[in-house]
């Protein structure tokens, strides 16, 4: 499975940016999905997650409520919409997969990583 991560870029504070993956590949199995973000200097983290029929969803508490994961499976495609986007948010940001099952926010359950795209957010 590959994945390609796009739509990154530099936005106001209080802007808005959708994230787009697109996958490709042996993707006939049925994967979760899931976006991390990684800020210079810092760890890896979770940021949202959905399952492969997109009937569930999982975010962390620091982008609830502001970032909504969605997908469309007829084109392989998950997106984060990120609004009221803050300067802490700033980072790159990738998308990820792993076989389906229960959600989770550990990079470590994620078989295939995209190459991350940059997301700016300006004060």
């Known amino acids: 499975v590959q994945l390609q991560a796009y739509g990154g870029g530099l936005v106001q504070a209080g802007g808005s940016l959708r994230l787009s993956c697109a996958a490709s590949?042996?993707?006939?199995?049925?994967?979760?999905m899931g976006w991390f973000r990684q800020a210079p200097g810092k760890e890896r983290e979770f940021v949202a997650a959905?399952?492969?029929?997109?009937?569930?969803?999982y975010y962390a508490d620091s982008v609830k409520g502001r970032f909504t994961i969605s997908r469309d499976n007829t084109k392989n495609t998950v997106f984060l919409q990120m609004n009221s986007l803050a300067p802490e948010d700033t980072a790159v940001y990738f998308c990820?997969?792993?076989?389906?099952?229960?959600?989770?926010?550990?990079?470590?359950?994620?078989?295939?990583w995209g190459q991350g795209t940059q997301v700016t957010v300006s004060s």
């Open positions: 990820a997969a792993k076989l389906w099952g229960r959600l989770t926010a550990s990079i470590h359950d994620y078989n295939y």
């Open positions: 959905i399952s492969w029929s997109g009937d569930s969803t």
């Open positions: 590949g042996r993707i006939g199995s049925r994967y979760d």
